[in-house]
């Protein structure tokens, strides 16, 4: 972690004096509370967005989790692994362009229909479709206070 000092000219004025100067500020503590609070914010975006994945195996998820993961404290998430998971993070259904059928030939183009995918609720009672978007809606407030105090600032 690179030291950052910020150089900071000032001066005060009191009555008939003024005194000059140029302050000189470790803002190095700073960008570790920062890193840890990204790492963190990263983590519960994940973690909140879990029970909203769809889920028959853990395959899917643990994917998911685990790219999320590898880049963990960079300001971005893996919402939904490939190959499967642009399908169903949109929530349609996907047919071979030739086929027509959910079960495409290999290297066979899928397109969207306007059929929404059903999710199984077994696991995972309260799947949805776009579950970023759910997570943050239910989670979001916690997120940015606890990104806040993490950070120094809340």
């Known amino acids: ?12 004025k009191y009555k008939d004096r003024t005194i000059e100067g140029v302050m000189r500020i470790d803002l190095g503590r700073f ?27 853990s395959i899917f998820i643990n994917v998911t989790r685990g790219m999320s993961q590898s880049i ?4 971005k998430v893996v919402a939904a692994a490939p190959p499967m998971g642009g399908f169903l993070y949109e929530g349609k ?5 030739r086929t027509l059928s959910a079960f495409a030939a290999k290297a066979e183009k899928k397109i969207v229909t306007e059929r929404d995918l059903q999710y199984s609720r ?9 579950w970023f978007d759910t ?6 407030k916690v997120w940015v206070r606890k990104t806040k105090k993490m950070a120094g600032g809340g």
Do not use: C, W
């Open 1 to 12: 972690m690179a030291k950052q000092i910020e150089k900071l000219n000032y001066q005060f």
């Open 31 to 57: 960008e570790g509370q920062y890193s840890r609070a990204q790492y963190q914010l990263d983590s519960m975006v994940m973690d909140s967005m879990v029970p909203y994945m769809p889920m028959q195996t």
């Open 72 to 75: 963990a404290g960079s300001g």
């Open 93 to 97: 259904v996907m047919i071979g362009e």
């Open 122 to 130: 077994h696991a995972h009672p309260n799947v949805t479709d776009h």
């Open 135 to 140: 997570a943050k809606k239910y989670h979001g």
